[in-house]
């Protein structure tokens, strides 16, 4: 059973525009969100978090989204640049200290000039 | 750059051989976790080992085991090997900040067994 579920396995987004990638999770305990950005042949980068106690953290160009009662969260790139091209991984964990992160399959971004 | 490093970078071997991927923590991070990322899926957790001390275990087989040295480097072993271990083995450290947990990943090690 997937406990993070990113239903877009690719995204088509122009120059410019705006980019929206939605992850959803099922388990009411998770409290503390990540997304994680990967080129190919790299490991993940961290990129932006948001903890259940807020609905929204920005950084720059991006912006996470927490709605708790659907249990859905989002990232915004804007503008978006052909270097965010990229594989992007929601993950969630429970935080409790050092604790586990529990990833969804990612979804293939590829902004184009 | 993350400050995590892994090694080997590649690794190529054969059914039922034995393997060892090792990582380094970025300096001052005392946990470690070890992911599997096989095609098409995300990553997958298998262990959590913090100051030397495992501490959670996720879909590791009884075929992998790991470790943290007193010098907070951990291997990760990887034995009786099948051609569904070919896989990106990751590793992360972390560092805890006003209680929440930021992990940081290495390049990760490609291993494909034939």
């Known amino acids: 059973d997937q406990q993070v579920k990113q239903n877009s396995p690719s995204l088509s987004v122009q120059e410019g525009r705006i980019s929206i990638l939605n992850c959803d999770y099922t388990?009411?305990?998770?409290?503390?969100f990540l997304w994680y950005k990967k080129y190919p042949a790299e490991g993940p980068t961290f990129l932006i978090s948001?903890?259940?106690?807020?609905d929204k953290n920005e950084d720059g160009r991006f912006t996470v989204f927490l709605n708790k009662s659907a249990k859905h969260l989002s990232l915004h790139i804007v503008p978006s640049q052909p270097g965010d091209s990229a594989v992007y991984f929601c993950?969630?964990?429970?935080?409790?200290?050092?604790?586990?992160?529990?990833f969804g399959k990612g979804t293939m971004l590829l902004v184009s000039p | 750059d993350s400050g995590v490093t892994q090694t080997p970078k590649h690794l190529i071997t054969a059914t039922g051989q034995r393997v060892t991927l090792r990582c380094s923590p970025r300096?001052?991070?005392?946990?470690v976790y070890w992911y599997q990322q096989s095609l098409d899926q995300g990553l997958q957790f298998l262990i959590h080992?913090?100051?030397?001390?495992?501490?959670a275990k996720g879909n590791i087989l009884e075929r992998f085991s790991a470790q943290q040295f007193p010098d907070l480097h951990s291997e990760l072993n990887l034995s009786s090997l099948e051609l569904g271990d070919s896989a990106l083995y990751f590793c992360?450290?972390?560092?805890?900040?006003?209680?929440?947990?930021?992990?940081?990943f290495g390049p990760g090690t490609r291993l494909l067994v034939l």
């Open positions: 992360a450290s972390s560092v805890e900040a006003a209680g929440v947990e930021t992990q940081y």
């Open positions: 388990n009411s305990m998770f409290d503390y």
């Open positions: 948001i903890s259940s106690i807020k």
């Open positions: 993950a969630a964990s429970v935080i409790r200290g050092y604790s586990t992160l529990t």
């Open positions: 300096s001052g991070d005392l946990s």
């Open positions: 080992y913090y100051n030397g001390e495992e501490r």
